[in-house]
């Protein structure tokens, strides 16, 4: 497209499709990931991830499975894309997700169909996984008890399965439905927006796998994105995506600030400068 070749670039850096090419290393992710992979190799059976939208909570559920060696676990993700979610419908889907071919009808059955199975999987040196995206969708205390069920299965070593749920804040008032449940969350990360040093990184980065190292964007034009943006990935990617076509369409390199400010104003977003010297460094992760 020609306002991709106007900047050198050889495809659409800023796509808010999940593309694991240009998942971006940043430390809030690395920190994340350190930890799942801690909870899955202590079997510790239950991790959560909450954050707001956009922060990139899909895209650390792939990479966190792309993370899994398929000999060493028996791993799935499952993305909850509805309300209307039974426990019935929930726990075949988590039975297939491991492996079992043709779960069974009754949900007893299923119960024992799933312990069978994931000692098959415990006494073959692996480890069940299954990461589930969108949680806060489920919206039921029966679903949260039938977790709670799974998660009672345990072998000499800890859980035989270790849960990892990605969801917007209201997963923790769901879990909260379950107090028990919510007692087992031996890992919870809680997903903020980027600060600025990190905002100049992650478009540079997107830019450089979409095939340029030129400056698109001006120093003050970047600043301006995080202002708008808050820091958030996906609104990162909007604005930046909107801002290279309006650049091209007046020949404009490197994108300035006015133009990120004539993006922001027609998605009605607002500049909003960095909250004082608070540190949330130290907040993001509990144990």
């Not at 809030?28 to 510790?44: E, F, G, N, P, T």
């Not at 415990?122 to 919206?139: F, I, N, R, T």
């Not at 095939?211 to 958030?232: L, M, R």
């Amino acid at each position: 497209m020609k306002h991709l070749e106007f900047y050198n670039l050889k495809e659409h850096p800023f796509s808010n499709s999940v593309d694991i090419k240009f998942f971006f290393e940043n430390d809030q992710h690395s920190q994340a990931l350190i930890r799942l992979k801690y909870a899955v190799d202590s079997s510790k059976g239950l991790a959560v991830v909450v954050g707001e939208v956009g922060t990139g909570k899909t895209t650390l559920a792939r990479r966190m499975l792309n993370e899994l060696d398929e000999e060493k676990y028996e791993a799935a993700l499952l993305v909850v894309i509805h309300t209307s979610v039974t426990t019935d419908w929930l726990m075949r889907k988590i039975a297939m997700q491991i492996g079992i071919e043709n779960p069974a009808d009754s949900k007893l059955e299923i119960l024992s169909q799933l312990y069978n199975r994931l000692m098959e999987i415990y006494e073959s040196g692996m480890k069940a996984v299954v990461l589930m995206d969108e949680v806060q969708m489920l919206q039921s205390r029966e679903i949260m008890e039938e977790f709670r069920g799974i998660l009672n299965m345990e072998g000499p070593d800890g859980k035989l399965i270790t849960f990892i749920m990605f969801g917007l804040p209201e997963l923790e008032t769901l879990l909260a439905l379950d107090e028990p449940l919510k007692q087992r969350i031996a890992v919870k990360y809680k997903l903020i927006g980027l600060n600025e040093n990190v905002t100049s990184d992650y478009i540079k980065y997107r830019l450089k796998v979409a095939g340029t190292e030129e400056e698109v964007f001006s120093p003050e034009a970047i600043t301006a994105v995080h202002h708008y943006s808050k820091g958030v990935p996906r609104l990162i990617n909007t604005v930046c995506d909107n801002a290279i076509f309006e650049g091209f369409l007046i020949h404009q390199k490197p994108v300035n600030k006015d133009t990120i400010d004539q993006v922001a104003y027609s998605l009605d977003l607002k500049y909003e400068e960095e909250k004082s010297a608070t540190t949330v460094k130290n907040r993001q992760s509990d144990y």
